[in-house]
Each structure stands twice: as C-alpha cells, then as structure tokens.
C-alpha cells in the first residue's frame, strides 16, 4: 500500500488538471468544484493557499474524481 502524500490544493488541482478535470464552478466559502467531462465526474477541493490537505480529504477527492492513489501520483 502506498503512502499518502501530504500535498497542498495548489498540488492536487495540478494533478486533476492532467488527470482531464476542469475547472467548473466557485462554491461555498473558499471550496471549487471541478469537473471531467470525459468521465462526467465531479470532485470538490478545498482551495487555502498554503494549507496542506488532510489525508481523509485527500482520500475523499481521489474517490469522487476515480482515480487511485497510484495513478493520481503518476500525475503529479
């Protein structure tokens, strides 16, 4: 089992970028929702500049996204 990264949302958008996401929309508070169109896919990050994400959260926007943590780290 592979270890979870500690990275920052500015890190986790990077690699949802590459994985097809885009962005779609601002919602609540400091929170994106960012959409796949190709998988039809949403997945929502708490965007704090600077803060890193917690591995629970990091775990929740991997599964709403489909992507394990294998293939989410070849795309960082």
Known sequence: MTKIPVL???D???GLK???FKF???AKGS???WYNPDTKRRTTIPNHPGAEIKKGTLK???EQ???SLEEF???L
Do not use: F, N
């Open 8 to 10: 920052t949302s500015r």
């Open 12 to 14: 986790v958008i990077k």
């Open 18 to 20: 590459r994985a097809g």
């Open 24 to 26: 779609d929309r601002q």
């Open 31 to 33: 929170h994106e929702i």
């Open 60 to 62: 929740a926007i991997l």
């Open 65 to 67: 996204a489909g992507l």
């Open 73 to 75: 780290e070849q795309l």
